[in-house]
């Protein structure tokens, strides 16, 4: 069975199996979501980023903010494993 690439955000969030692990990434380049929101949370700044990413936009470092916003505003159920 061939997983399916998946996109959000008109494009600029991709998920491909075959592609950074299958993690979300920016426009299908090998720069995760993941990648720019720990940047973020450790203080770097936008230009910092984009110094460090000179393929990436102000606008996909916001696009990173709203997918994150967006699985934090789904439904999650909690099971206890062991």
């Not at 008109?10 to 090998?30: A, E, F, V």
């Not at 949370?41 to 996909?60: F, H, M, N, V």
Request: aromatic share 8%; hydrophobic share 30%; charged share 25%.
């Amino acid at each position: 069975m061939t997983e399916e690439k998946l996109s959000y955000f008109n494009g600029k969030i991709t998920i491909d199996p075959d592609l950074c692990n299958g993690k979300p990434t920016i426009r299908g380049q090998r720069i995760t979501v993941q990648t720019i929101l720990e940047f973020l949370s450790a203080g770097e700044s936008e230009s910092e980023i984009l110094k460090r990413y000179p393929t990436l936009t102000k606008e996909d470092i916001q696009t990173c903010l709203s997918f994150a916003s967006e699985l934090m505003g789904q439904k999650y159920s909690l099971q206890k494993i062991a």
